[in-house]
């Protein structure tokens, strides 16, 4: 169903609320770099504030919404196609389009990404994460094609994408799954990105024994580096014995920065790297 309604309003804002949003679909499906779909689960069921929200959207989108239209105008002169700004829904899917064209039925997705996704479109490759985004688009669309352009501020590179329905119909059993989620307030399972809050006592505990104690441990730490640059500065000899205690001049060689020898400059050091260990930090 096409709305009349203008994107970035009061209205479309609450509308988008209720709504599983075609950009919100590469976060269901675990191919978002900015967003988990347990993150995404917390601002659907409104328990993220509307002002951080706006906030986290403001540090991404500015640069693409100061140039979307320029680059539409651009298209639109390249392809002698009108595109109109235009919002669509479908059950709880919901699509803002950057441009449609209703005589062709075809959706215009504009990017102005950072450069390593900018560099996989002129390879003419829409990049992974945005793929599932314009699928959704055209399928609450109904559009018969979609265009992806990716701009830079300057220049631009147009990608044709196809209606992939078989794309679509193999994913809406998670995007179901995920919408059900929202509707009942069972949140998803988290990832290996999300932060999860315990409710273990036992834990609770212990991190606040340890908290404190590396509190007081901090403060000893300053005292201690404050009186060691006080007994230095008044040793006169590189080494010195105090009382039972010895004090001694060290001199250490530098690490080798190994990016700065040139006959290093294109050899893969990957083999030569120590096994991955795993630990833990407090913070």
């Known amino acids: 169903m096409q709305h009349d309604v203008k994107q970035n309003t009061e209205k479309w804002h609450h509308m988008r609320s209720s709504k599983l949003g075609a950009s919100d679909i590469p976060v269901v499906l675990g191919l978002s770099k900015y967003k988990t779909a347990l993150q995404l689960w917390e601002e659907k069921t409104g ?6 929200l706006d906030a986290f959207a403001g540090r991404y989108a500015q640069r693409g919404h100061d140039l979307e239209p320029i680059a539409r105008e651009k298209v639109i002169t ?9 919002v669509f829904t479908k059950r709880y899917l919901m699509a803002s389009l950057d441009g449609w064209n209703a005589d062709a039925k075809v959706v215009l997705e504009i990017k102005c ?4 996704d900018h560099a996989i479109a002129l390879s003419g490759k829409v990049p992974e994460h945005y793929y599932p985004q314009m699928q959704a688009q055209m399928y609450v669309s109904d559009a018969l094609l979609g265009y ?18 078989k794309f679509f119909d193999g994913v809406m059993k998670d995007i179901d799954f995920f919408w059900s989620c929202v509707q009942s307030g069972i949140p998803p399972e988290p990832t290996t990105k999300d932060w999860v809050k315990t409710r273990d006592v036992g834990l609770v505990s212990l991190v606040n024994e340890y908290t404190e104690i590396k509190y007081r441990d901090a403060v000893l730490q300053k005292k201690l580096k404050q009186l060691k640059s006080d007994i230095e500065g008044r040793l006169t000899h590189p080494r010195t014995i105090v009382g039972e205690v010895k004090i001694q001049k060290i001199y250490r060689k530098g690490n080798v920065q190994y990016k700065n020898v040139p006959e290093l400059k294109n050899v893969d050091l990957e083999p030569y790297r120590a096994k991955t260990t795993t630990y833990y930090t407090i913070n």
Do not use: A, C, H, W
Request: charged content about 30%.
């Open 47 to 52: 328990q993220v504030p509307r002002e951080e």
């Open 148 to 165: 992806y352009y990716s701009f830079d501020g300057v220049n631009g590179v147009l990608i044709s994408v196809d209606r992939d329905y």
């Open 113 to 116: 990404p950072g450069k390593e």
């Open 78 to 86: 390249l392809l002698d196609m009108d595109f109109v700004p235009t």
